[in-house]
């Protein structure tokens, strides 16, 4: 007679996210999940986690970024801060607002990419956005008649991540629009609503609307990385 786990093996499951089928083993079993491919977290009766399942991560091998992987230099402090403060946004800790800036390279994106997949894992409403296609959004919009509307849903999206802030130069309508964005983001930090950027520019580059709104150092955290380029080797 097979036993309840071989047969449990060859059952198609339905989730969420449509049929799958469990994955045969290979290698060393996940020692978080225990080849499940699920996990369920240690929380009290009543919490809204409680009884639920979510995935592994061993089962996103494409998820290369995550935050148990981020290799900071100890010489430079800045890079533990930041991987403290992006830790403490996962959890729901501290500043609903946090800024990561710093020269390319510093590992700015590989933290708002592990934050994205962490997002992935928990089942938590998110929006990945890069500042291009935050631009491509808002100048489409234009052409719908719904740009209060693309503001508003990105007003309110439980947790945004954007990517390189910046990198596409603004101004007058563009600008205020993105204002009027962050505005919305600072406002909803009152009520638990996140916002996570990355940039190259300093806080003295951006607009004065969004520059007080980071000087409110209950809702927002402008943390400045100051490291080398980690992907530059030194030959010779």
């Not at 639920?52 to 494409?62: K, L, M, S, T, V």
């Not at 830790?87 to 390319?104: F, Y």
Request: aromatic letters at 6%; proline letters at 6%.
């Amino acid at each position: 007679m097979e036993s309840l786990g071989t047969i449990l093996k060859r059952v198609v499951k339905v989730g969420q996210n449509g049929p799958y089928e469990p994955e045969p083993e290979r290698g060393p079993i996940c020692p978080k999940c225990q080849g499940t491919g699920w996990i369920s977290r240690d929380v009290r009766v009543g919490d809204p986690d409680f009884g639920q399942a979510f995935r592994c991560e061993c089962r996103f091998p494409d998820m290369l970024e995550t935050l148990d992987n981020f290799n900071f230099d100890p010489r430079y402090p800045d890079l533990k801060l930041a991987h403290e403060a992006t830790q403490n946004w996962v959890a729901g800790k501290g500043p609903c607002i946090l800024v990561l800036s710093g020269p390319r390279g510093v590992g700015k994106s590989h933290l708002l990419m592990a934050t994205r997949n962490a997002l992935i894992l928990d089942r938590r409403p998110h929006q990945f956005l890069s500042d291009h296609q935050v631009d491509m959004l808002i100048r489409d919009s234009f052409d719908d008649n719904n740009t209060e509307e693309v503001l508003r849903r990105l007003g309110c999206v439980p947790n945004l991540m954007i990517d390189d802030y910046g990198t596409v130069a603004r101004k007058d309508t563009m600008e205020g629009h993105m204002d009027d964005t962050f505005n919305l983001r600072w406002i909803g930090a009152a009520t638990g609503i996140r916002t996570m950027i990355t940039t190259n520019q300093g806080s003295d580059q951006m607009s004065a609307r969004i520059r007080s709104r980071l000087n409110d150092r209950v809702r927002s955290r402008y943390l400045v990385i100051d490291a080398p380029d980690y992907r530059l080797k030194v030959r010779g």
